[in-house]
């Protein structure tokens, strides 16, 4: 398969709270923003007719997401110092092609792939072994392990319905993502991490994100090279029977998008100072205290039903981001502010509905041809599906709702 570039620039500075102090050990300071952002080109070459070109926006004021189709020529978009710019790249099929973050290589155009058990004994051996660019291809199965993942190391399952990453309910990460920019985790159910005993146990918030443990963690940068902080993809997988499903910590950026976050504690948690995510196309359901919590992030959270938890999302202290098009369900409450703010988003207003959203099953994820959330998604004007048509919300909606296997 060809290789081919494209670019994913961040680099940000935004407010950090003075009231939230870290229980563990302090992070680096931030350098002084920049006063001018200057353009940056973000080049897409080696693309095929056919392909679509889906680019997602954090801190923009347009379309959190847009796509084209490719004739093959070369496309340029442009990003800035403040921006967060994703272009995700998919076949006719549906099937994700590849993601570039810049200072990262492609993925999921490998020159190599590693095959775990089949070459290398350990998921942990493969990752080691692989060069910027490969992928680790994990056969069917149950594995124990706790893995850290390298720069532009695809780690791809063979679907969640049949390779699963269990921590047997011991207080331990189980893909850590920290240093490890342009990565993709896929198809996999990831479960069975327990809590720190102490105040980790007790709030998510409470301590500094580097206390918890969770099912994939991603924190700790530091500002040394801006290039450094391109976001790592995680796409395709369920979450399950974790206390803490996925956390962000101190500047921690991701692409979260097509997961299954089911009978957690706490689903998705962004714990300290200047994490980014896109979060879009999920499904959180049945999460026994939390599905998503924003303490000082940028979260744009759009095209996710959010159902069946005490609390839907919960804001700390200082948040930004969109919130769009999301199908709120059977929730005790669908957002709290520990700040007794105004809402930060309105039942009825920009998408935002309470409504069944009528699943095939209990079970079953897709969306029954009745339901309010077909080609409901953000964005139709601007986006679609590799059919053609607007986007889905939820877990089977969005530019990879074709590759998805859960």
């Known amino acids: 398969m060809q290789r081919w570039c494209v670019a994913a620039i961040l680099v940000t500075a935004c ?14 300071a931030d350098p002084p923003p920049a006063s001018d952002p200057q353009p940056v080109p973000i ?5 095929q007719p056919g392909w679509l070109v889906t680019t997602s926006h954090l801190t923009t004021d347009g379309p959190a997401e847009a796509t084209q189709v490719s004739d093959g020529s070369t496309i340029t978009l442009t990003g800035t110092a403040t921006d967060v710019v994703v272009a995700t790249v998919t076949d006719g099929g549906g099937s994700l092609v590849a993601t570039r973050a810049m200072g990262a290589p492609c993925t999921l155009v490998s020159s190599r792939r590693l095959d775990v058990p089949a070459q290398y004994a350990t998921i942990q051996d493969a990752i080691d072994a692989a060069a910027p ?3 680790v291809k994990v056969a069917p199965g149950t594995y124990s392990e706790s893995v850290r993942l390298r720069p532009g190391v695809c780690l791809i399952g063979s679907g969640a319905r049949t390779t699963t990453l269990d921590a047997g309910g011991q207080t331990r990460t189980l893909v850590d993502l920290t240093n490890a920019p342009g990565s993709v985790v896929a198809g996999f159910t990831l479960r ?8 980790a146990s007790s709030d998510v918030f409470t301590c500094s994100g580097d206390w918890y443990r969770a099912a994939v963690y991603l924190g700790g940068e530091t500002w040394d090279d801006p290039t450094r902080y391109a976001p790592p993809l995680i ?3 369920v979450f399950e029977n974790n206390e803490i499903a996925m956390m962000l910590y101190w500047h921690g950026v991701s692409i979260v998008r097509n997961n299954v976050f089911v009978a957690n504690r706490t689903a998705f948690v962004a714990n300290h100072f200047q994490d980014k995510a896109f979060i879009a196309n999920n499904v959180f359901i049945d999460n026994s205290e939390l599905a998503i919590g924003n303490q ?7 095209d996710n039903v959010i159902a069946g938890s005490p609390l839907g999302i919960r804001f700390e202290y200082i948040q930004t981001g969109k919130i769009r098009c999301n199908v709120f369900y059977d929730n005790g409450a669908n957002q709290s502010d520990d700040n007794v703010a105004p809402p930060r988003f309105t039942i009825g207003s920009d998408g935002n509905v309470e409504i069944d959203p009528h699943f095939v099953s209990a079970s079953d994820f897709h969306l029954d041809p009745s339901s309010p959330a077909v080609d409901a998604g953000c964005d139709r004007n601007h986006a679609f599906e590799p059919d053609g048509t607007p986007i889905d919300i939820g877990v089977y909606g969005g530019p990879l709702a074709r590759w998805v296997d859960l």
């Open 296 to 302: 000082a992030a940028y979260l744009d959270i759009i």
């Open 192 to 199: 069975g991490v327990s809590s720190i005993a102490g105040c």
């Open 43 to 47: 080049v897409l070459d080696g693309l």
């Open 235 to 237: 796409v395709s997988n």
């Open 133 to 135: 660019g490969d992928t």
């Open 15 to 28: 407010a950090s709270p003075s009231s939230a102090i870290p229980v563990g050990d302090p992070p680096p």
